[in-house]
C-alpha cells in the first residue's frame, strides 16, 4: 500500500490548499473567464514531461554504468583466482580488496559516507597489494588487473558525475511555479464551462484531480532524478551490485 502514497509529500499538501482555496474566493466573487487552456498545457505539460524523460535517462545510465563496474570487479576477482603462483591467502586478499573498491563506491553514491578519498584509497590499496608481491603476481595479472580498473573507474567516475550533476534546477523551479499557479489561472475558466448554476463540487473535483496528476508527476520526477538515495520506488537496488 505504500507504494501508493509514495508520490504524497509536503507540495501536494500545499497544491491541496490552493486548488481548494481558489475556487472558493471565485466562486464568492464570481470569477470567470474563457481563455484557451492550450498554452498552459505546453507550459506545463511539455517541460514537466522533458523532465522525467531526462530523470529516467539518468537512471538508465546510471544502471549501465554500475553494471560495468560490477562485471570489471568481477573480472579483478577471476585474474586471481586465475593466477597459478598466489597463494590462497593473496588471492582472498586481493578479492577482498575488490570488494572494498564497490561498498566505498555504494556508500558513496547512497549518502551513507560522501568522502570520495575512500575511493580513491580503496583503488590505490588494490595497486600497491600488487606491488608488494612481484614475485607471486606476474606482469600479465597485473596488466589485467589494472585494464579492469580502468573501466572500474570510468564506471565509478559517470557514476559520481549523474550523482552530483542534476537535471537543470532552472526547468524544475520553473515547473513547480507553474503547478502551484495554474488554478489561479485553470479554476475560472472550468467555472465558466461548468456555469455558476451547477454544483459548486464539480469545479473543486475538476481543479483538485488535475492538480493531483500535475504534482504527483512533478513528484515522481524528482524522486527518479535521485536515482541512489532509496527513496523513490523506481531507485536502483545498489545492493545488487555489491560484488
Request: aromatic fraction near 12%; charged fraction near 20%.
Amino acid at each position: 500500500m505504500n507504494q501508493y502514497f509514495s508520490i504524497i509529500n509536503q507540495r501536494t499538501l500545499y497544491t491541496v490548499i490552493i486548488s481548494i482555496i481558489v475556487p472558493y474566493v471565485c466562486y464568492n466573487f464570481e470569477i470567470t473567464y474563457n481563455i484557451d487552456l492550450t498554452l498552459i498545457s505546453i507550459a506545463i505539460i511539455f517541460p514537466l514531461v522533458f523532465a522525467i524523460r531526462g530523470a529516467f535517462r539518468r537512471r538508465e545510465k546510471a544502471l549501465e554504468h554500475l553494471s560495468k563496474v560490477k562485471s570489471a570487479l568481477i573480472g579483478i576477482r577471476y585474474t586471481f583466482l586465475g593466477s597459478a603462483k598466489m597463494s590462497q591467502e593473496e588471492k582472498k586478499e586481493g578479492i577482498q580488496l575488490s570488494k572494498k573498491i564497490a561498498d566505498r563506491l555504494i556508500d558513496h553514491l547512497d549518502g551513507t559516507d560522501i568522502e570520495q578519498n575512500k575511493l580513491n584509497e580503496a583503488y590505490s590499496q588494490i595497486i600497491d597489494f600488487m606491488e608488494a608481491h612481484p614475485e607471486t603476481i606476474s606482469n600479465s595479472t597485473k596488466g589485467k588487473v589494472f585494464g579492469f580498473l580502468q573501466k572500474v573507474q570510468e564506471g565509478a567516475t559517470n557514476c559520481m558525475a549523474i550523482h552530483t550533476h542534476r537535471t537543470p534546477i532552472s526547468l524544475k523551479a520553473y515547473c513547480k511555479v507553474f503547478i502551484y499557479i495554474f488554478p489561479m489561472i485553470y479554476t475560472p475558466t472550468i467555472i465558466n464551462k461548468i456555469g455558476l448554476e451547477n454544483p459548486e463540487w464539480l469545479t473543486y473535483f475538476v481543479v483538485l484531480l488535475s492538480e493531483f496528476i500535475l504534482i504527483s508527476l512533478y513528484n515522481i520526477q524528482d524522486d527518479m532524478e535521485y536515482p541512489f538515495d532509496r527513496h523513490g520506488l523506481d531507485d536502483i537496488k545498489l545492493e545488487e551490485f555489491r560484488v
